[in-house]
């Protein structure tokens, strides 16, 4: 079965300090991959997607960067981070062959920035 | 563009009674549409997805959705609530043939009174 593994789980940082957010999945291959933010009250955003290993798609400009080393990893980053980069984080993956639109979420990571 | 309203952010319902959770989403065509539910802290597990045929939809958990197109509507249903189902549901739809790239709406998160 696939599992997707998100870490860390909960991170707290200082304005202007790096990020790196991980994200894994595990028994698929060529997985679709995305990465979501999550603000109260404003439902889920998507930042990134990957249809495969260095494909970035971004969805809206940010202080944010997205990488896929491997097939199966995806990473989220910043080098300076802002007060407005806190939310709760998800990365997630879909299946590129017979693709019924369907994603599979992680945990979720919760960045607060202070 | 396709979009998504979720128009109740809060609900308030006693266990044992009825639920109705409503969505409304603007696209061209007809979409792939999904009701995804949240726990507190957690990431999002699918309920139930309709992508064509039966507009009534079976999902896990005893909850079902109807897709009219009439009124571009799929509000969520569960004949009897119970205290488990404490959470948030969020709505998205997505494009036939793209990678997944959800649009969710901003959710509705369900009390649930003993």
């Known amino acids: 079965s696939q599992t997707i593994h998100q870490w860390p789980a909960t991170l707290v940082q200082p304005v202007g300090s790096p990020l790196s957010l991980e994200c894994t999945v595990e028994g698929t291959s060529n997985p679709n991959l995305y990465w979501y933010r999550q603000a109260a009250g404003r439902g889920l955003q998507l930042l990134f997607y990957s249809v495969g290993i260095g494909q970035i798609s971004s969805e809206v400009p940010q202080n944010l960067s997205a990488s896929r080393p491997q097939d199966r990893q995806f990473i989220l980053s910043s080098k300076k981070l802002l007060l407005s980069d806190s939310g709760f984080y998800l990365c997630?993956?879909?299946?590129?062959?017979?693709?019924?639109?369907?994603?599979?979420f992680g945990e979720g990571s919760r960045l607060t920035v202070l | 563009a396709q979009s998504v309203t979720q128009p109740d952010i809060h609900i308030t319902v006693s266990e044992g009674a009825s639920l109705e959770l409503r969505c409304n989403y603007s696209?061209?065509?007809?979409?792939?549409l999904f009701w995804y539910v949240q726990s507190p802290g957690q990431g999002l597990q699918l309920l139930l997805k309709y992508f064509s045929g039966d507009t009534l939809v079976q999902g896990i958990k005893g909850f079902e959705a109807e897709f009219k197109r009439s009124q571009s509507s799929f509000n969520l249903r569960k004949p009897s609530v119970h205290w488990s189902d404490a959470a948030e549901y969020f709505c998205?739809?997505?494009?036939?043939?793209?990678?997944?790239?959800?649009?969710f709406g901003t959710g509705t998160r369900l009390q649930v009174t003993l």
């Open positions: 997630a993956w879909s299946r590129l062959a017979m693709n019924t639109g369907e994603l599979f």
């Open positions: 998205a739809v997505g494009a036939p043939g793209t990678a997944s790239k959800l649009t």
């Open positions: 696209y061209g065509a007809t979409p792939y």
